[in-house]
């Protein structure tokens, strides 16, 4: 079955840096786009960055040139190396692969806090 386990969140002051993890298994996962998703306290999750499995890339408006998505499809992982962080990016971060709107992980939480 489709697992994906995220991690590599933590709390960070507001200009620091977290690189988070998603561990995918129960798929092909070198054949799948696989996008990073957020939810804040209050706030509907929302898409934050996607990979295809060619390796290009596309990032919502709040975090262009701040966040940066990889894969390697030989360790079947996906990363968010997230630079320069806002108290606004305070959220559960998940993982998701196109096209499986009904998988998801529990989720890593990213606290950006002075």
């Known amino acids: 079955q489709v697992q994906l386990v995220e991690s590599g969140g933590g709390l960070v002051q507001p200009g620091g840096s977290l690189r988070l993890s998603c561990a995918a298994s129960?798929?092909?996962?070198?054949?799948?786009?696989m996008g990073w998703y957020r939810q804040a306290p209050g706030k509907e999750r929302e898409w934050v960055s996607i990979?295809?499995?060619?390796?290009?890339?596309a990032y919502a408006e709040a975090v262009k040139g701040r966040f940066t998505i990889s894969r390697d499809n030989a360790r079947n992982t996906v990363y968010l190396q997230m630079d320069s962080l806002k108290l606004e990016d305070t959220a559960l971060y998940y993982c998701?692969?196109?096209?499986?709107?009904?998988?998801w992980g529990q989720g890593t939480q990213v606290t950006v806090s002075s």
């Open positions: 998701n692969p196109r096209g499986m709107p009904n998988y």
């Open positions: 129960g798929f092909t996962f070198s054949t799948y786009a």
């Open positions: 990979i295809t499995p060619g390796g290009s890339t």
